[in-house]
Every structure is written in C-alpha cells, then in structure tokens.
C-alpha cells in the first residue's frame, strides 16, 4: 500500500477564494497588521501576497534588528487603537532579548488573529463552551466566535476536507507547544477524539503511535516519526519543516517533515507533502482576519444603535 496525498494547497486555495468572495460583499476591507523584525521570509511574502490577493489590506511594518521591545509594545498599542486594523500579528520567533509572551499579552483578544492572548488561549481550553448564551460549534471553524491558531485550525480542516472521522478516533499529538501542539490537542478533543499528546519524556511514544487512527506531528525535529511505528491505514498530517543538510541539493539543505515520509507512505492511508502546511497556516490567517473584522463591525453597528 502506497498512501495517498492530502493536497493542502488545494484545500488552502478554496478557503482563500471563499475568504475573497466575502470581502467582495463588505463595505470596507479587512486590514491586517503585520510586523516583523529583521529581514522579511519567505513565509512573510507569501502572507502578504495571499492577503492582497483574498483583497485584504495588509499594513506592513518592518522593524530593524536595533529596534527595542519597549518600541515595539508601542507601535502594537497604536495598532490597538486604529479603526482600519482588525487584526495584528508579529511574526515568532522574536529575537532573544525579547520577552515573547509580553508582546503577545500586549495585543488586544479581539484583533489577535494567532489565537495566543490569555483570553483566547483561555477560550480554547473550555469544554462545553457558551458564549453570548450560544454554545460554540466546533465542527465550524469558521464561525467559532473568537480566533483559533492558524495552523491547529488548518490541521482541522485537512482532515475536513478529507473526510477523515474524528469522532471517536484515537489521535495523537506529537509535540505540545503553545503554538501548535496544544491547541491542536484542544480541538480534537472538542470534535470528541480521544486525545493522547506525546513529547520527549514520553516513555516508549512508538507504542502509544501504534494506536493512532489520526496522527499529527508538531515536534520540529527530523524524522522523528518511523513508519514502523504507525498504525495501517493512519492519516497523518506532518505540520514539520526541517533542514537537513545535503551536499547534493541546489541550496545545501533539503526540507524533511518531523515524519519519515518513505517510511510512512508504505503504512498511513493519507499524509500530506512536506511543506504543505504552510498553505492552510496563510489561509487561516486570511479567514481568521476576515472574521475579526466581522466580529468587530458588528460591535460598532451594535454600540451605534444605542
């Protein structure tokens, strides 16, 4: 058996155009803040440029590598206040002098379109969820009241858009950071997966994969995962992308996921490529912004009625 592939371009591409086809019905665009330090990645072109595309507005601020942390609280405290931003995100890691979880804390919930402020970090632990007396759906991302993580939410709808049940599946998380790991563990556990997270102390995590209808890695180390450790028939999606040097590649390295993929692909039914989770990260981010300033118009349309 040769697993098939979980196109996350493809999945990216629908969700963008419906993001693009929304905006073409309001009466202003979207706008997200995007800051960065220090030279701008390929990950922060490629944001723009689906943000321009899906007709958002993209505020783009670069900030030299001398910039200090008390500036940048100041430019996110600005950003706080102005109308025409609905979302904020600055791009992690931050340099080490930097207090990361301060600058998180120092944007407001309603326009943090990464899911990391306390409240909605808070939020997303929740079982049984109500807000404003209506419980939170979570079989629809996109009408979840209050920002998820890009990348958890992205995992999520791979695993839609491929009809993969989660209902009662054994899914296992390897890794369990902030960004990634945990949230993704929340929202599995919300669509009723039974939820195991693994991560270095894990002792003999090989016979907890073994188990696994669901598999998604998150750990950013090579490899880690071997097919002889899965499940037949798994799907996996592999949120890795790590250089490992090679002598023959054009650039000296080549991109490998946090799963051996050779191994993997004669044992999973479904994994995506290596990379391809970075498609469903921007269009989450694109749909994530689209929706704070749905959330935030109706708040102004709400207060200007009284």
């Known amino acids: 058996m040769v697993a098939t592939n979980i196109d996350g371009k493809l999945v990216a591409r629908q969700i963008l155009e419906g993001a693009r086809i929304q905006v073409g019905q309001f009466s202003k665009r979207p706008g997200l803040a995007l800051i960065w330090i220090g030279k701008a990645t390929r990950l922060i072109q490629k944001k723009k440029q689906e943000l321009v595309e899906a007709n958002l507005v993209c505020f783009s601020y670069h900030l030299e590598e001398s910039v200090t942390q008390e500036e940048l609280l100041q430019l996110i405290s600005k950003l706080n206040t102005k109308t025409e931003v609905h979302g904020i995100q600055v791009q ?21 379109v990464d899911g990391m402020s306390p409240r909605n ?6 079982s049984n969820l109500h807000i404003n007396n209506k419980k939170v759906n979570w079989r629809r991302l996109e009408e979840v009241p209050f920002c998820v993580p890009t990348t958890p939410q992205g995992c999520i709808e791979l695993l839609n858009a491929y009809e993969v049940v ?27 997966a039974t939820v195991t997270v693994i991560h270095s102390k894990t002792v003999n995590p090989a016979s907890i994969l073994r188990k696994a209808d669901i598999l998604i890695a998150a750990a950013g180390k090579a490899n880690l995962v071997k097919g002889s450790w899965l ?27 946090d799963v051996d993929h050779d191994g993997a692909r004669q044992v999973c039914k479904q994994i995506n490529p290596v990379g391809e ?26 207060r200007a009625s009284f």
């Open 92 to 112: 992690l890691p931050l340099p080490r002098n930097f207090n990361e979880q301060v600058v998180i804390e120092s944007i407001v919930p309603e326009k943090d």
């Open 121 to 126: 970090v808070a939020l997303l632990s929740q």
């Open 166 to 192: 989660i209902k009662g599946a054994n899914a296992v998380v390897v890794g369990r950071s902030n960004l990634l790991g945990l949230p993704v563990a929340h929202l599995l556990r919300h669509l009723d």
């Open 231 to 257: 499940k037949p028939n798994c799907t996996i999606i592999d949120c890795g992308m790590n250089r490992v040097p090679d002598a023959y590649a054009k650039k000296g390295f080549v991109l490998v996921g």
């Open 277 to 302: 989770i970075e498609h469903m990260t921007v269009a989450m981010l694109v749909r994530n912004t689209v929706n704070c300033y749905k959330r935030q118009h109706r708040a102004a349309m709400l």
